[in-house]
């Protein structure tokens, strides 16, 4: 089975992230494309989407991920052969807590996608280990996959 993983990041902390997702889905057998600079056409022509991302600014999607969501929120695509879920990194500190999952989530299902299960949201502010709160999570992911 074939799994996109995408990644927003800004400080590293989803990228670093990734690369341990990554490892985990290539461990069970899945064949994995990795994209830090993701394209929209990356997003478009898979079926199964695995966004890893931070919230920076206020409530934003990452600069490295926030075009391409952009671009594809102006398109018109429908993407009903396509399934995601989140995984995101973001803080309670900040009033918008993990918002960029809100924006990526809105663009995907406004685009017909199906959302495969809750997103992991994880506070950073208290939680440190990532790779752990990602291996507690994931089991709900593999099996909705
Ligand atoms: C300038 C700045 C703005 C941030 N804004 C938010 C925010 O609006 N909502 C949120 O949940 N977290 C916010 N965060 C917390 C980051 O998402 C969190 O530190 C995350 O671990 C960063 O991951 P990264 O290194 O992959 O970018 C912000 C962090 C910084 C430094």
């Known amino acids: 089975m074939s799994i996109t993983v995408i990644v927003g990041s800004t400080l590293g902390n989803a990228e670093y992230l990734s690369d341990h997702i990554v490892n985990q889905l290539e461990n069970k057998g899945f064949e994995v494309k990795h994209h830090y600079n993701c394209q929209v056409e990356d997003i478009i022509n898979t079926k199964r989407l695995l966004v ?37 990194l973001g803080s309670r500190d ?43 999570w994931s089991s709900n992911f593999y099996e909705a996959l």
């Not at 391409?68 to 695509?77: A, Q």
């Not at 918008?96 to 994880?122: H, Q, R, S, T, W």
């Open 52 to 88: 890893v991302t931070s919230t920076h600014g206020v409530g934003e999607i990452p600069f490295n991920l926030d075009e391409t969501f952009n671009e594809l929120e102006e398109m018109k695509v429908n993407l009903q052969h396509l399934k995601f879920a989140v995984v995101a």
């Open 94 to 136: 900040y009033d918008l807590f993990c918002g960029a999952y809100d924006k990526v989530a809105e663009i995907l299902k406004n685009k017909k996608a199906v959302e495969l299960c809750d997103p992991l949201k994880i506070d950073c502010s208290e939680v440190f280990d990532h790779d752990s709160a990602y291996d507690e």
